[in-house]
């Protein structure tokens, strides 16, 4: 089974589309995020939801709107789709407790914006 | 600002021993953690020091100087399958994570 998917693996679309990003986690970890990843190669948090919860919003487009139906999903959407948005994006989550760093990513969402 | 440097890209060669380094300024510093990332695949955990010294996870081990700001991964008996980017992160007061670039290693036969 695996612990967290996402889906789909690639999307490409044309400027200024809205496209959703879906994942699902089977851990039953209590915090959910969503990372970019560009062609450099840096990740980015872009969102972390806690039980519902958003505890963090990095300073990201509002065109980015994570929706969370409970705590084994955390979903992405992105409205008026530009270039710049063209990445990788992971979702992932961790078990409880504020010190851990330890991330279960999915395999990633290729978003190409022609 | 917070930034975290490691080296863009390294090559070995398979059966040797490679060193990766990591050097941080973060405000405050709660962990630091190491992930391997193959091309194409998502980031997968390795290592996590939070106390200064040597941490060893058969081949591969990982070391923290938190008064020098500095971690290495150390890869022992390289094999080919090694070959993939190694993510450094850390974990700063406000318990985020600040990553690296990452560095690419190219295991060469």
């Known amino acids: 089974d695996t612990a967290v998917s996402q889906t789909p693996k690639y999307l490409v679309t044309q400027m200024g589309n809205d496209k959703s990003i879906k994942c699902e986690q089977n851990l039953g970890h209590d915090t959910m995020y969503w990372y970019k990843q560009d062609s450099k190669k840096f990740l980015k948090i872009m969102f972390s939801y806690n039980n519902k919860e958003l505890i963090i919003n990095e300073t990201v487009p509002n065109r980015f709107s994570p929706k969370s139906p409970d705590k084994a999903h955390l979903n992405l959407h992105i409205n008026s789709l530009e270039l710049g948005d063209s990445a990788v994006y992971f979702c992932?989550?961790?078990?409880?407790?504020?010190?851990?760093?330890?991330?279960?990513f999915g395999e990633g969402s290729r978003l190409t914006v022609l | 600002g917070q930034n975290i440097d490691q080296p863009t890209e390294m090559t070995a060669t398979e059966g040797a021993i490679v060193q990766i380094n990591c050097t941080y300024q973060t405000s405050g510093f709660n962990g630091l953690f190491w992930y391997q990332q193959h091309a194409g695949e998502a980031p997968t955990f390795l290592s996590y020091?939070?106390l200064d010294g040597l941490e060893e996870k058969g081949r591969f081990s990982s070391f923290l100087s938190r008064s020098k700001g500095y971690s290495y991964l150390l890869l022992k008996e390289l094999q080919m399958k090694d070959s993939a980017s190694y993510l450094c992160?850390?974990?700063?007061?406000?318990?985020?994570?600040?990553w690296g670039a990452g560095t690419k290693l190219i295991i060469k036969p």
């Open positions: 020091n939070v």
């Open positions: 992932a989550s961790s078990p409880p407790g504020l010190d851990t760093g330890e991330l279960f």
């Open positions: 992160a850390v974990m700063d007061s406000n318990y985020q994570l600040i």
